[in-house]
DNA sequence: CGTGTGATTGACGCCTGTCAACGTCTGTGG
DNA sequence: CCACAGACGTTGACAGGCGTCAATCACACG
């Protein structure tokens, strides 16, 4: 499950990707560098729990990471992915409040912790650093505020087109147009707020129309401009 | 509607209050004093506009503004409320993105304007502050992720009991147990994400209940207990 | 007193969640 | 190699929550 004597390739996400690192001199790269412990983990694993107590953040340096809220008699509510250059959980680091959700593992994945401490420092001492990592806080609540007015005023159906292009967005599409992405029918329902049934339903509905095609977990999107239409797109 | 010579009294905002400005040093709330534009809104008056460019934020003195976006045919959807020490629209200025949500004034309101590089200015500067304004931004993400949760899983019925009561977490009750803040219908239906009708509805099964009491906008919190219930709350 | 906004109530129907049954595929153990 | 279990996907039946439409009422305002 874990191999702590992990040695990733952390450099392209201090200087190559578009990750807030980029905003530390040199001294600070070494000194995180220096600080992280990274692991590798697998599918399902749980790299932290909602409500518990976390001391430090991670990067996630290979893979993909659902984060979700657990809701009513259980049921998962996916809020958002991670994928190589981002950073998860350093938001209950940074408030100082117990973890308002769980991190999972869907592709295996390696992730580097770094300890709170070190990012708490970086936030007081370096602007750059502190001011791109508001930027981005922002920017997640910006998307958050425009889901729940999605979620609050689509249909099922409408916020399913969304997703399935916002998905196309995030992991993007191979050559031949499939959703680089493999997501159970649970984990799209988890995700658009709806039961499993009912996104299998208008999965096949949308295949049958020719905006997607399916093959086991691999969609293809075949008609973003007619997805865009059903998904009622403003923003 | 404004009033540009309005001058309204800060001092509780800087110093008694729990506002973001108390990690200032003197000399930054000199300077944010100084740069302040204070002016008086009526209900109904737009503070800024989703979309529009933005070139500062505000501190609420007096009154309570409603955050909102517009999603389908104009329908709102009240995202949060702003009261007394509250600021707002420093997303946008910190994200250097347009305004993602319009504010708009319920109660009527003095608003204090402060130029977008006084912030920039105090985020790169005062670590302490932009701590501080950090862990507000993440603890409305936190909400706002919760409340996705929320409206995903959760009816309209266990949503509004939900609403009321967080209604009364902001604004309180007075002696008589009603809630201080007036909202039309209307308005009640765009925080819980749903039709006006519905919420009559159930508004009047909750008093057929002795849940609460209604008198015109009037709302009387009677049994908080049983609404807790009814919510589900877990968070 | 007419006008307009907001509140209320009733009727109606569809979207969508739930339940249940069944099919498919994979991995495991005998 | 087969049987079996378990996870996942699919389909159908069904009911009820909730949105929409329309009519009416209440109240404030010019």
Same mark, same amino acid.
């Given at each position: 499950?874990?191999?702590?004597?992990?040695?990733?390739?952390?450099?392209?996400?201090?200087?190559?990707?578009?990750?807030?690192?980029?905003?530390?001199?040199?001294?600070?790269?070494?000194?995180?560098?220096?600080?992280?412990?990274?692991?590798?983990? @697998?599918? $399902?694993? !749980?790299?932290?729990?909602?409500?518990?107590?976390? =001391?430090?953040?991670? +990067?996630?340096? &290979?893979? *993909?990471?659902?984060?979700?809220?657990?809701?009513?008699?259980?049921?998962?509510?996916?809020?958002?992915?991670? @994928?190589? $250059?981002? !950073?998860?959980?350093?938001?209950?680091?940074?408030? =100082?409040?117990?973890? +308002?959700?769980? &991190?999972? *593992?869907?592709?295996?994945?390696?992730?580097?912790?770094?300890?709170?401490?070190?990012?708490?420092?970086?936030? @007081?001492?370096?602007?750059?650093?502190?001011?791109?990592?508001?930027?981005?806080?922002?920017?997640?609540?910006?998307? &958050?505020?425009?889901?729940?007015?999605?979620?609050?005023?689509?249909?099922?159906?409408?916020?399913?087109?969304?997703?399935?292009?916002?998905?196309?967005?995030?992991?993007?599409?191979?050559?031949?147009?499939?959703?680089?992405?493999?997501?159970?029918?649970?984990?799209?329902?988890?995700?658009?707020?709806?039961?499993?049934?009912?996104?299998?339903?208008?999965?096949?509905?949308?295949?049958?129309?020719?905006?997607?095609?399916?093959?086991?977990?691999?969609?293809?999107?075949?008609?973003?401009?007619?997805?865009?239409?059903?998904?009622?797109?403003?923003?």
């Amino acid at each position: 499950m874990k191999n702590r004597d992990l040695i990733p390739f952390c450099d392209s996400c201090f200087n190559d990707l578009d990750t807030i690192f980029k905003h530390l001199t040199p001294e600070e790269k070494a000194k995180v560098d220096k600080d992280k412990v990274c692991n590798s983990y @697998k599918r $399902g694993n !749980i790299v932290y729990h909602e409500g518990s107590r976390t =001391n430090g953040f991670y +990067c996630v340096n &290979a893979g *993909v990471v659902k984060i979700l809220k657990t809701g009513i008699d259980g049921r998962e509510q996916i809020i958002a992915f991670a @994928k190589k $250059g981002d !950073i998860i959980g350093f938001r209950s680091i940074l408030s =100082n409040e117990l973890a +308002c959700s769980s &991190a999972k *593992v869907i592709n295996d994945a390696v992730l580097c912790f770094i300890p709170g401490e070190t990012l708490i420092d970086l936030v @007081k001492t370096n602007g750059n650093f502190s001011m791109a990592l508001m930027q981005q806080t922002c920017k997640e609540l910006g998307e &958050a505020n425009s889901f729940i007015t999605d979620i609050a005023q689509k249909t099922v159906r409408e916020r399913l087109a969304e997703v399935l292009l916002h998905l196309k967005d995030i992991f993007d599409l191979d050559d031949d147009l499939v959703l680089q992405i493999l997501l159970t029918r649970e984990e799209l329902a988890n995700i658009v707020g709806t039961a499993t049934e009912s996104v299998i339903r208008l999965l096949s509905e949308f295949k049958h129309d020719k905006l997607i095609d399916l093959n086991g977990r691999k969609i293809k999107i075949l008609n973003v401009k007619q997805l865009e239409k059903i998904s009622n797109a403003f923003n």
